[in-house]
């Protein structure tokens, strides 16, 4: 491996590979794919190579990039032909340089007589460098593949960075847990989709709520609970945040809240329940500073209204078309030291049918694996069931799953621009 005597400490990334001038990226990738095949007549181990897509995947610092580098040990997705790694160092006051590693990541199938190799190029990008992206990537790319971005960090200041890399991408992967400025970012992103229209775009934050929308949506499978789903008219949900008290590190002390998940859910139930905001918005509130959220709507879409399960279809029983007072959603914040911040709290949705009041809902205990689910219906017991919703996801798997897929994600895309239209 060659040696990097670079007295720049920010060039310095032994975890990347050798270091080598971008025009002889493929000449340096050839010689290790010749070594690869070697060691297979030597240990005769059966090495997969499969060119189905590249990721590019971008971070904001080293730090993240190298968190990245190592979660790919654990990607199960073997379609990957080679990985892009791309660091942008968007300080105004260094130079414009182009800096570039390779490596071939070699990891088991199954075990080590099958090995899954792909190629894995590393970028810094550093000043105006930064903004020629359109340029520098395409190049480093496998000709004829989809091109799948995962955007690791939080939206950077400048957007047109991110575009520029969306318009190079057929599919865009966020992760919206980690914004900085969750408002901000995600309203910005809904503006960049509307944009970018042929791009498809997903969010880790979407899959991460999945197992609650599922639950949402048994409730109302049981028939009986049908017509209750229609006059539903408050939705209260609750997301998790640190305890501001001094035993907090001070990262912890200085960040905010992050509720996109509970805003993805909201703006999920509005849609599906067909309900419309109030043109009287004297009522509505939110606090981005605590994650403290309040919406009043006026009426229920009947075409938009669902049966069963939230899923399809119109909806039956009681008209829902008819204007009731009170229809509202609440966002609150709820303070609870085991989970990591933004993680689901609790879903209650409040109905009232023939004068009676019935309750369904969806609460988190101590446990981060489990939840609680309550129906308190008149006249019939408490019903409750322990469920299991797999809180805490790894990335790695969200991922792979993310990576099966290329068409658009219709549902996400118009529930991320019904939160934009919640907070403007």
């Given at each position: 491996?060659?040696?990097?005597?670079?007295?720049?400490?920010?060039?310095?990334?032994?975890?990347?590979?050798?270091?080598?001038?971008?025009?002889?990226?493929?000449?340096?990738?050839?010689?290790?794919?010749?070594l690869?095949?070697?060691?297979?007549?030597?240990?005769?181990?059966?090495?997969?190579?499969?060119?189905?897509?590249?990721?590019?995947?971008?971070?904001?610092?080293?730090?993240?990039?190298?968190?990245?580098?190592?979660?790919?040990?654990?990607?199960?997705?073997?379609?990957?032909?080679?990985?892009?790694?791309?660091?942008l160092?968007?300080?105004?006051?260094?130079?414009?340089?182009?800096?570039?590693?390779v490596?071939?990541?070699?990891?088991?199938?199954?075990?080590?007589?099958?090995?899954?190799?792909?190629?894995?190029?590393?970028?810094?990008?550093?000043?105006?460098?930064?903004?020629?992206?359109?340029?520098?990537?395409?190049?480093?790319?496998?000709?004829?593949?989809?091109?799948?971005?995962?955007?690791?960090?939080?939206l950077?200041?400048?957007?047109?960075?991110?575009?520029?890399?969306?318009?190079?991408?057929?599919?865009?992967?966020?992760?919206?847990?980690?914004?900085?400025?969750?408002?901000?970012?995600?309203?910005?992103?809904?503006?960049?989709?509307?944009?970018?229209?042929?791009?498809?775009?997903?969010?880790?934050?979407?899959?991460?709520?999945?197992?609650?929308?599922?639950?949402?949506?048994?409730?109302?499978?049981?028939?009986?609970?049908?017509?209750?789903?229609?006059?539903?008219?408050?939705?209260?949900?609750?997301?998790?945040?640190?305890?501001?008290?001094?035993?907090?590190?001070?990262?912890?002390?200085?960040?905010?809240?992050?509720p996109?998940?509970?805003?993805?859910?909201?703006?999920?139930?509005?849609?599906?329940?067909?309900?419309?905001?109030?043109?009287d918005?004297?009522?509505?509130?939110?606090?981005?500073?605590?994650?403290?959220?309040f919406?009043?709507?006026?009426?229920?879409?009947?075409?938009?209204?669902?049966?069963?399960?939230?899923?399809?279809?119109?909806?039956?029983?009681?008209?829902?078309?008819?204007?009731?007072?009170?229809?509202?959603?609440?966002?609150?914040?709820?303070?609870?030291?085991?989970?990591?911040?933004?993680?689901?709290?609790?879903?209650?949705?409040?109905?009232?049918?023939?004068?009676?009041?019935?309750?369904?809902?969806?609460?988190?205990?101590?446990?981060d694996?489990?939840?609680?689910?309550?129906?308190?219906?008149?006249?019939?017991?408490?019903?409750?069931?322990?469920?299991?919703?797999?809180?805490?996801?790894?990335?790695?798997?969200?991922?792979?799953?993310?990576?099966?897929?290329?068409?658009?994600?219709?549902?996400?895309?118009?529930t991320?621009?019904?939160v934009?239209?919640?907070?403007?």
């Amino acid at each position: 491996m060659a040696r990097d005597t670079s007295p720049d400490q920010g060039k310095r990334l032994p975890w990347a590979g050798k270091k080598v001038r971008p025009e002889h990226i493929e000449d340096e990738l050839t010689f290790l794919w010749h070594l690869a095949a070697d060691n297979m007549r030597i240990s005769q181990n059966m090495n997969v190579r499969t060119s189905v897509l590249n990721l590019v995947i971008c971070a904001l610092d080293s730090a993240s990039a190298y968190k990245t580098s190592v979660l790919l040990r654990d990607l199960s997705n073997t379609h990957i032909a080679r990985v892009t790694l791309v660091i942008l160092d968007t300080r105004s006051n260094l130079p414009a340089e182009v800096t570039t590693w390779v490596t071939l990541r070699s990891f088991p199938i199954i075990s080590d007589i099958m090995r899954h190799h792909f190629e894995q190029v590393t970028v810094l990008l550093s000043g105006a460098a930064t903004q020629s992206i359109t340029n520098i990537i395409p190049p480093l790319l496998k000709p004829d593949l989809p091109i799948y971005l995962w955007w690791v960090s939080s939206l950077p200041g400048n957007n047109s960075i991110f575009h520029r890399f969306i318009n190079i991408s057929d599919r865009v992967i966020i992760d919206s847990s980690e914004f900085s400025s969750p408002e901000d970012d995600i309203c910005a992103l809904s503006s960049l989709l509307q944009a970018s229209p042929n791009c498809a775009l997903s969010d880790l934050n979407w899959s991460r709520i999945t197992p609650w929308r599922e639950l949402v949506a048994q409730f109302f499978d049981v028939a009986e609970y049908r017509p209750y789903m229609v006059n539903i008219d408050k939705i209260e949900i609750e997301h998790a945040v640190a305890p501001s008290d001094e035993q907090q590190s001070s990262e912890e002390k200085n960040s905010s809240p992050n509720p996109i998940r509970a805003l993805l859910l909201a703006a999920w139930l509005k849609t599906r329940l067909g309900w419309q905001l109030s043109e009287d918005k004297i009522q509505n509130y939110h606090d981005a500073r605590t994650g403290t959220y309040f919406w009043h709507m006026t009426k229920r879409v009947p075409t938009a209204t669902l049966v069963g399960s939230l899923a399809s279809g119109n909806s039956s029983g009681e008209s829902g078309s008819e204007a009731k007072k009170g229809i509202d959603i609440t966002i609150r914040p709820r303070v609870q030291a085991e989970l990591h911040p933004g993680n689901i709290c609790l879903i209650r949705l409040a109905t009232t049918l023939d004068g009676k009041q019935a309750a369904f809902t969806i609460d988190r205990g101590d446990d981060d694996e489990h939840v609680i689910t309550s129906v308190e219906v008149p006249d019939n017991p408490l019903l409750q069931r322990v469920v299991n919703v797999a809180a805490t996801h790894k990335e790695t798997e969200l991922l792979n799953d993310e990576l099966e897929i290329m068409r658009h994600d219709q549902l996400y895309e118009e529930t991320l621009h019904e939160v934009f239209g919640l907070l403007t």
